[in-house]
């Protein structure tokens, strides 16, 4: 062994309390600024407003660089946890997995609707900043406790007078300036982060102050009375909406068999003849980046819109709409409402719960259809709008059908083929062996996407001479049905004959389908690297585990949830267990392939654009002379001993499959 390292019972090291957030903070918060570790303490306000009591959110930047917020919610109860014997304010700023919003199974919890169980918030904060000082107003006392060096330090509860019948809460963040890019809060994403919450918020009041040097504190307001509605219109600015807008909400009442009570959402769309910006929320929660609500909301208006189209005869012969036709000029505000949204990552800017989609749809379906039947004209006009879209697509569509129609090579055999030649839309799915690639044709959507089955590994295709590329069957079908010739890096191949817009590489998620994708990804950055480049080629990640959960308390019906990794399948089965479920009524099956898939499982795990996980390959700016090293290395023939040595010196760091 290389070194006089030992590996013994010393070797390991326990993190405890806040330290794994200050030793990767990463994994916990954004650390190009503050932003989130303040959002943390503003989330904590608006869920007291959520809740219904709160009225006012201030927040205040000071001089010195730290963030104060302040509301008029119940304060963080003071009294000792009857478990732990410390005050539930120390709790929660000093415990990562503690908190108000998880007892939700019995009823007793403080926030039914709250941004996520990921069980860090604000002791995330504190583990992040040189100070926190707190100050609660409740039951009559004004109480203080502060936290220094990243919580290690816990000041003394005290009550330092009384406070009459003034309740609330008010935080002080002094954010460590170590752990960030930058030590200041983006005003900017402060302010719409703000904005956002009295949108959300009908009627409650959110102020920021900030202190300046020179001539005093400059203040913000923001108050939206009218909620959703008013955001859009201010939104819209001068632009005339093709219809009015259309506004609603709808939430689970306690006899529904499918949702839990107060599960829903409320929003406010309309039309444009350009494009505006949309946004959406869960449970507050800013998703900049969309995610499974968005997929429901925009599911339930073209289902509605196509009804109210098919009802009045409004569509042309020969053209058939899609859901990008009638969404593409729409413009929205959607805030959802779920119980326990699940999010891609920390920072909670995509939304992945897959109920979300079914949820959000059908909250949302038949008011926006008898909306329709009761305004026809703006039905009308909105139909008008995405008709116009989809038979602009056809022509674009068609334009490239013909340029692409002289001299093709025959389409292999073993493709299942899209009907749609719009390649905005179009999708190949590559899929390992011939009974996946089965599976997989059952469930595509025959619309936009394709099947190739491949049989086999394909070749390494490193150091092929591109004269022989043809030579090999799988490569050739690949080459075939995308309608590119192979390039190198330099070429400027014509890719006017592309007929997909996304290639997505599907194999198992193991040792063998690793491999495949190595290949499969050595094939295309040594080959057509102009694909990468484009952003056209993407990795799915099927999971590895399914999770079979059975009904359990009033509102939780059976349900089968899918895991990616062994750290996800721990991560969902610890927020069962929270929710509720007995450990050992949790099934857990582990996939050996995609092939053990049945279609519905595979459409709904890693084909459906809603609710699969799909990887963007791309290489990172300035990195191109690395990528080649490590291919070289990796792929070349001639490179074993370069192989060998580098297995040895950074094998500890692969995740082997065994």
Not at 39 to 49: F, G, L, S, T
Request: aromatic content about 6%; proline content about 5%.
């Amino acid at each position: 062994m290389a070194g006089n390292h030992q590996y013994n019972e010393s070797s390991f090291r326990v993190l405890k309390g806040l330290e794994p957030v200050r030793e990767r903070p990463g994994m916990y918060t954004r650390t190009d600024s503050p932003a989130h570790i303040i959002q943390e303490v503003i989330d904590n306000a608006a869920d007291e407003a959520l809740a219904g009591f709160a009225k006012k959110i201030h927040v205040t930047l000071h001089l010195d660089g730290s963030v104060s917020v302040a509301d008029d919610g119940r304060g963080v109860p003071v009294g000792l946890h009857p478990d732990e014997g410390v005050p539930v304010v120390v709790l929660a700023f000093t415990q990562l997995h503690a908190g108000g919003k998880f007892d939700k199974r019995s009823g007793n919890s403080a926030y039914a609707f709250s941004g996520g169980l990921h069980g860090v918030g604000v002791s995330v904060t504190n583990a992040l900043s040189t100070r926190v000082e707190v100050e609660v107003r409740r039951e009559g006392k004004r109480w203080r406790i502060d936290f220094a060096d990243g919580g290690e330090t816990i000041g003394e509860l005290r009550a330092e007078g009384d406070c009459g019948r003034q309740t609330g809460t008010r935080v002080r963040v002094w954010p460590d300036p170590k752990y960030f890019d930058s030590p200041k809060v983006p005003l900017a994403e402060l302010e719409r982060l703000l904005r956002s919450k009295a949108v959300l918020l009908s009627g409650v009041s959110v102020q920021l102050d900030i202190e300046h040097p020179v001539d005093g504190l400059h203040s913000k307001t923001w108050n939206y009375p009218t909620g959703l509605a008013g955001y859009l219109e201010e939104l819209a600015g001068d632009l005339i909406p093709v219809a009015p807008l259309f506004t609603g909400e709808k939430y689970a009442l306690d006899n529904d068999p499918n949702f839990a009570l107060g599960e829903g959402a409320a929003w406010a769309l309309t039309w444009f003849e350009q494009a505006l910006p949309c946004e959406s929320y869960v449970n507050l929660i800013p998703t900049v980046n969309g995610g499974t609500h968005e997929s429901g909301l925009r599911a339930g208006v073209f289902e509605a819109l196509k009804s109210f189209i098919d009802h009045h005869a409004l569509l042309p012969r020969g053209v058939k709409l899609q859901q990008d036709d009638a969404c593409a000029r729409m413009s929205f505000v959607l805030s959802a409402r779920l119980l326990d949204p699940q999010f891609q990552g920390q920072v909670k800017e995509k939304l992945n719960s897959r109920e979300a989609v079914k949820l959000v749809s059908t909250q949302l379906r038949d008011p926006f259809e008898i909306w329709l039947n009761n305004h026809v004209d703006a039905g009308k006009a909105i139909a008008e709008l995405a008709i116009k879209q989809a038979l602009a697509r056809q022509k674009s569509a068609q334009k490239v059908e013909k340029k692409k129609s002289s001299g093709v090579a025959v389409l292999p055999g073993k493709l299942a083929d899209c009907e749609s030649t719009d390649i905005a839309d179009n999708e190949l799915f590559l899929v390992e062996g011939d009974s996946a690639g089965g599976s997989a044709k059952m469930a595509r959507d025959k619309e936009t996407q394709a099947i190739l089955p491949l049989r086999g590994k394909v070749l390494n295709a490193w150091e092929i001479d591109p004269d022989r590329l043809y030579g090999n069957a799988e490569i050739h079908d690949i080459a075939v049905a995308l309608g590119v010739d192979a390039h190198g890096p330099n070429d400027a191949p014509d890719l006017s004959g592309l007929r997909y817009g996304k290639v997505v590489i599907m194999s198992d998620a193991d040792v063998d389908g690793a491999h495949i994708q190595t290949l499969l990804l050595t094939l295309f950055f040594r080959h057509f690297p102009r694909l990468i480049d484009g952003g056209h080629i993407y990795v799915a990640q099927p999971p590895l585990y399914r999770i079979d959960v059975p009904a359990h308390g009033k509102k939780r019906p059976a349900r089968r949830l899918y895991a990616l990794d062994e750290g996800e399948l721990t991560a969902i089965r610890d927020r069962l267990i929270k929710e509720g479920c007995r450990p050992e009524h949790i099934e857990v099956g582990r996939f050996k392939g995609l092939g053990e898939m049945n279609p519905e499982q595979l459409r709904e795990t890693t084909m459906a654009t809603a609710t699969r996980r799909v990887l963007p390959v791309q290489v990172r700016p300035g990195a191109i002379e690395d990528t080649l090293k490590t291919f070289n290395l990796l792929m070349g023939k001639g490179e074993a001993a370069g192989r060998r040595a580098w297995m040895e010196a950074r094998g500890d760091t692969v995740d082997a499959d065994v």
